[in-house]
């Protein structure tokens, strides 16, 4: 399904560019900027091909976790030069928080890149000449049983903004497949309503979740939190065993 999707989208996609330098080098400035409108809803298009690709994937059981050990400080770092764009754009000031001791994690980075991106994208997208404030910390937690003690490290990631915010009875369906809170027809925000269910279901699948708080015209705060260790269901030999060559 994925290939079949996105094939004919890459060869619009080439074909445009390949439209686009021909356009140049025979001095045909004038559809310029049509060829460009191309491109960019072409890409909004595998954007969106993506996240619903994403999200069937999720619902079917299908989606893969590739769990690595990684730097929170680069994770957050390589998330900020993704977002301080968007932040800008709409002229907020983008502070982080972070104690230089956060350590390292082992969990499926690229899905939490995609959360955090997704997170701190919609805080950005939502607030006007404001603030968003990212925290993130770690949290050991004992726990009790049989008489043992175990210890379980959490890392918490916090977004906070000081945008539109969200009424409370739009709360409960915030993170359903396509939902969006303001009128569709007047909400000049753009979007598909994907990025929070992708995001609590890839959150699920870390062995976490996201909750939210907020209050309308104030602003909102995401909190995801996830186990420094993401839980392992499957064993490595038997993957192993599966596919020796790897
Ligand atoms: N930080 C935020 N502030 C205000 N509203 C938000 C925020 N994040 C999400 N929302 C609301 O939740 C809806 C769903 O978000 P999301 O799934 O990311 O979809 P999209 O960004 O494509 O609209 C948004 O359309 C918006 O109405
Ligand atoms: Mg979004």
Not at 16 to 36: C, G, V
Not at 94 to 101: E, K, M, R
Not at 196 to 210: D, E, K, M, P
Not at 212 to 228: C, E, H, N, Y
Request: glycine share 6%; hydrophobic share 40%; proline share 6%.
């Amino acid at each position: 399904m994925s290939h079949e999707l996105r094939t004919p989208l890459a060869a619009i996609i080439g074909y445009n560019e390949l439209m686009q330098d021909l356009a140049a080098e025979y001095d045909l400035t004038p559809i310029l900027p049509y060829l460009k409108k191309v491109d960019m809803t072409a890409h909004q298009l595998l954007a969106i091909i993506s996240d619903i690709l994403d999200l069937s994937k999720v619902e079917a059981g299908r989606m893969e976790l590739l769990p690595e050990r990684a730097h929170i400080s680069v994770i957050i770092n390589h998330v900020l030069t993704n977002v301080q764009p968007l932040a800008d754009k709409n002229n907020n000031i983008l502070s982080v928080n972070y104690p230089t001791d956060i350590g390292e994690l082992y969990t499926d980075v690229a899905k939490l890149k995609q959360i955090l991106i997704n997170l701190l994208s919609n805080a950005a997208k939502f607030t006007q000449n404001g603030r968003i404030t990212f925290t993130i910390t770690r949290e050991t937690k004992s726990f009790n049983n049989d008489n043992n003690q175990t210890q379980n490290d959490w890392i918490i990631f916090e977004i906070a903004d000081t945008g539109i915010g969200i009424p409370e009875n739009a709360l409960p369906k915030l993170f359903r497949p396509f939902v969006q809170i303001n009128d569709s027809t007047t909400r000049p925000y753009g979007g598909t309503g994907l990025g929070l269910a992708i995001s609590q279901r890839f959150a699920y699948l870390l062995g976490g979740n996201i909750t939210v708080q907020s209050t309308l015209g104030k602003g909102s705060t995401f909190t995801l939190i996830i186990p420094a260790q993401i839980p392992i269901e499957e064993s490595p030999a038997k993957s192993y065993e599966e596919n020796p060559a790897a």
